[in-house]
């Protein structure tokens, strides 16, 4: 007969066998790439302190339950050959050891590898703890000792129960079998029922079994006391009461009974072990169910105190609690620093006013990003694999003056090469990088209503002082895939007419394409065509992990990274910011944002990546935050000074819309601070709503450049309204400073109470009502065009607040753009919609006056001032770009009218020279 099952176990074995090798050379195959990866970018230090505290863990990890499981499984192993009564059993010890060997070495390598993969942050967390130098209000510790060392404890804490419910169970299990087994019973002679042998089971074996339990279930009963003591800190995570922490019926109750527990589960310990031993098993189950019963006691008594103490004197007894959630949410999210400041908004804005802050005025965004990026992709992109994925806004000083920008990269999308043209070497050797920005300001517009574009064009173009020498971009947003460069192949740079220029790589960064190497990465990338092909030489390299958010959490995978990078020109160059996060759940008292359990969170770091070279940088931006105290200590070769950072990109560093706006979504509770006040919700506020193509959302935080009350200049500020909670007009404003020494500060500007402010809904609901506007607004409807608005922009001047808001009209052409065709301005309520910002703001703030009136009466205010001459030389200015415009439309009437008022404009300038 053919014995088929040696057979089948040699093959499952051979199966096994070349899988465990084909895994295993997967992950030396990755370590080596990893390790040449780390060393090409000078942070192969980093790469093995996570490889060591990993080690740091799991061969301790790995002894000690290998260790216990080992002589265990080999007491087992004894007394079940003790108790047989079978030969062979006897004979098969060795056997039996061995099983017992390689089970302790697998369960071992399984809990010490997930112990290195989970806990190597908390491991190095607890081993290099910073103190944040204010404790809890419940215990008095340090709230360090939350963040960085009690996660640790907690993991070993649970490891140590499971691995121990684990032996409990293995060990019921396995003294169950060896009674059962007819290996161990004993056989008497017997004439019953026809049998000649009766079965007699081995009571032994049950009282081995108790004194083998005894001590385990005793050991499980104080390792449980331990976990009472420390699970009383989780009150301090509270969600039972009124706000997130310890409450009332946690502090007085819960507490309590978490030391009551703690010192039960102690004394059923020792009862457990003594009736086991005496193999009592009715009272050593009584004695267990001590502990649910004193369990259940605790909840009725929450409950209770609850509803009878609690609940009728809610405020009474939890205002201190309140209080503590108050202060430590305002700390955990940066809140607690907010400088409050009243904003009278009383001053009356004139002209004149705005002319004082013309700074101002010259930046007010009249375009938005989503209708850029359109424009950027059907007039900039040049070539279909070309695309701009995404518009940063952000500041420049250009030809001497401050100003607020778009700008965008060109990037490669090869998704978007044609079908033909998609194969290995164009998609790996030949298009290897993207090319250039474009640029355009943020309050400017063509005469066609699109983005007056300041750098532009392949190569880049610019009539301003902006210098671009190297554009090529080859880590970015949408560098997805690996490149070789450097082949015979040559790589296409940009187009030029008819023809490619081709360009050489000749950064730094790269890993080199030797014998060697070409086989490892065939292997990596499964593609043997790295390794076949001729055209890549010893010269070339290899650039991987080129996605820049991929690259830097590659580096350093404990920090939340912005999914909104934006690029940067500084020297000639081409740089990427990212803003990466501090962040801990672990933060007591304070409220969780979201469903993502965040309670603290900082933007500690500036991630800087050249789109060339790809260098990453990281860049300490808050030195007081202890997380990243932390991990400067556990990584010393990681992290740099703020101060250490290029002066050209340094002066683009932003503060974090992704930051802010969960600041500000906090805050609309979190400003009140008084518990009363907080408990009723009295004071709640909302995020201001607006109309964006026309669906009512709530606002985007806002970039702009403006003159913060009581400051001398102009900055870059990020802002967002707040309105009641259950009404539309605005009671303050936040901004985020962030241009030099004032970087990080936040400061609230909230109106007076007795005063009413428009909030942007209300403004959008005038606007609707505006019979003038609403009857421009059909007309063009109804020309095949559509029309949609654009974000309402709040714009805080001198006390005052002005809104802006531009509205697009967009063929219903294919491939049509949205065009800039008018702007609406409202203050208080007045609303003029005009072609231009200019325009709207003269017939708002100035009337229709005709223009030989409105430089008579600035005239008779500002007569003999040097203010006074600004004024004029302003309105020719604007008289003078009007017939420029007029002329471009062939509007020769209006041209003339223009040039007669600018007439008028240099009359009364020359006058004033005279005087």
Do not use: C
Request: proline share 4%.
């Amino acid at each position: 007969m053919l014995d088929l099952k040696k057979p089948n176990i040699t093959l499952l074995l051979a199966a096994f066998l070349i899988l465990l090798v084909i895994s295993v050379g997967k992950e030396i195959i990755n370590f080596i790439v990893d390790l040449q990866w780390f060393s090409d970018l000078n942070y192969l230090t980093v790469y093995f302190r996570k490889f060591l505290a990993q080690l740091e863990l799991a061969l301790p990890v790995f002894l000690i339950i290998f260790v216990f499981l080992y002589f265990y499984s080999v007491k087992v192993v004894n007394d079940y050959v003790n108790f047989a009564q079978d030969i062979v059993v006897k004979r098969s010890a060795g056997k039996y050891k061995k099983i017992g060997v390689y089970t302790s070495l697998f369960v071992s390598f399984l809990v010490s590898l997930y112990a290195a993969l989970s806990w190597w942050n908390d491991w190095l967390f607890f081993k290099n703890a910073v103190s944040f130098n204010y404790s809890d209000p419940i215990f008095k510790k340090d709230v360090g000792f939350y963040v960085f060392r009690l996660p640790f404890v907690y993991d070993i804490y649970r490891l140590l129960m499971v691995v121990l419910i684990l032996v409990i169970s293995a060990t019921v299990v396995a003294y169950v079998l060896m009674y059962l087994s007819d290996k161990t019973r004993f056989y008497e002679i017997s004439e019953r029922d026809g049998n000649l042998f009766r079965a007699i089971y081995n009571k032994e074996i049950l009282e081995k079994a108790f004194r083998e339990i005894a001590p385990l279930a005793a050991f499980f009963f104080l390792l449980l006391a331990v976990g009472y003591y420390f699970a009383r800190f989780q009150i301090l995570y509270s969600t039972k009461g009124r706000v997130f922490g310890a409450t009332y019926t946690d502090v007085h109750v819960t507490l309590t009974f978490y030391y009551i527990l703690s010192a039960l589960s102690v004394v059923v310990a020792f009862l457990v072990f003594v009736f086991l031993m005496k193999k009592n098993l009715k009272y050593a189950i009584i004695s267990v169910l001590l502990l649910p019963l004193f369990s259940l006691v605790m909840a009725l008594t929450e409950t209770a105190v609850q509803n009878l103490i609690v609940s009728p004197n809610e405020l009474d007894k939890e205002s201190r609690y309140i209080s503590y959630n108050i202060e430590y949410t305002r700390k955990g999210f940066g809140l607690d620093k907010v400088e409050e400041k009243d904003y009278p908004s009383k001053k009356e804005l004139t002209w004149e006013v705005l002319q004082k802050n013309r700074d101002t005025i010259d930046n007010i965004m009249i375009n938005d990003y989503r209708p850029v990026k359109q424009a950027y992709n059907q007039l900039q992109a040049l070539r279909l694999y070309y695309k701009f994925n995404d518009i940063d806004i952000d500041r420049y000083t250009i030809n001497g003056k401050y100003k607020q920008v778009f700008i965008a990269a060109r990037e490669i999308d090869q998704e978007n090469l044609s079908p033909q043209a998609k194969t290995w070497i164009n998609l790996h050797l030949k298009y290897t990088h993207g090319y250039g920005v474009v640029m355009s300001l943020v309050n400017d517009v063509t005469p066609t209503g699109q983005p007056e574009m300041i750098v532009k064009d392949i190569p880049p173009t610019t009539s301003t002082d902006i210098r671009i020498d190297r554009p090529q971009i080859y880590f970015g947003e949408l560098t997805n895939d690996y490149v070789i460069v450097n082949t015979k192949t040559g790589e296409f740079d940009y187009p030029s007419g008819d023809k490619n220029i081709q360009t050489n790589y000749k950064g730094t960064t790269g890993i080199p394409m030797t014998f060697p190497n070409r086989i490892l990465f065939a292997l990596y990338e499964k593609e043997a065509r790295i390794l076949l092909s001729a055209d890549i030489t010893k010269d070339s390299k290899i650039l991987i992990h080129r996605n820049i958010l991929e690259r830097a959490n590659k580096i350093a995978p404990f920090l939340l990274y912005d999914d909104d990078p934006y690029i940067v020109v500084s020297d000639g160059k081409l740089y990427w910011i990212i803003d990466a996060y501090t962040y801990s759940t672990n933060f007591p008292y304070s409220q969780p944002y979201g469903n993502v359990g965040i309670n603290y969170i900082r933007n500690s770091v500036k991630v800087v990546v050249d789109a060339y070279n790809g260098e990453v940088d990281f860049y300490i931006a808050d030195e007081k935050d202890p997380l990243i105290q932390a991990y400067k200590k556990i990584f010393p070769g990681l992290f740099k000074d703020i101060e250490k950072m290029p002066a050209g990109i340094r002066q683009h560093i932003r503060y974090p819309q992704f930051l802010f706006d969960i600041q500000t979504e906090v805050y609309k509770t979190y400003h009140m601070t008084d518990p009363q006040v907080f408990y009723n919700k009295e004071d709640a506020w909302d995020i201001a709503k607006e109309k964006f193509d026309n669906e009512v959302q709530y606002q985007e935080s806002q970039y702009m450049i403006m003159r913060l009350p009581g400051e001398q200049k102009e900055e870059f500020i990020l802002m967002i309204p707040y309105t009641p909670s259950t009404k539309a007009n605005m009671v303050a404003w936040m901004a985020a400073r962030m241009d030099k020494d004032n970087y990080g500060k936040l400061v609230v500007y909230k109106f007076p109470k007795n005063t009413i402010v428009y909030g942007p809904l209300q403004i959008e609901n005038m606007i609707d009502q505006d019979p003038n506007i609403s009857k421009e607004l059909s007309l063009w409807n109804q020309q095949g065009s559509t029309v949609s608005r654009g974000n309402l922009l709040v714009i805080p001047i001198d006390d005052s607040i002005l809104y802006v808001e531009p509205l697009y009209i967009q063929s219903q052409n294919q491939n049509a753009l949205p065009e800039v065709k008018r702007v609406i301005v409202a203050y208080k309520d007045q609303i003029a919609m005009e072609p231009t910002l200019e325009e709207s703001l003269k017939k708002v703030f100035l009337g229709n006056a005709t223009a030989p009136e409105i430089i008579e009466k600035t005239q008779e205010e500002t007569k003999g001032s040097a203010e006074g001459q600004r004024e004029l030389i302003i309105k020719a200015h604007d008289t003078y770009e009007k017939a420029v415009e007029a002329v471009k439309k062939g509007d020769w009437a209006s041209f003339g009218k223009y040039m007669e008022e600018l007439k008028e404009i240099l009359k009364l300038l020359k006058e004033g020279v005279k005087d």
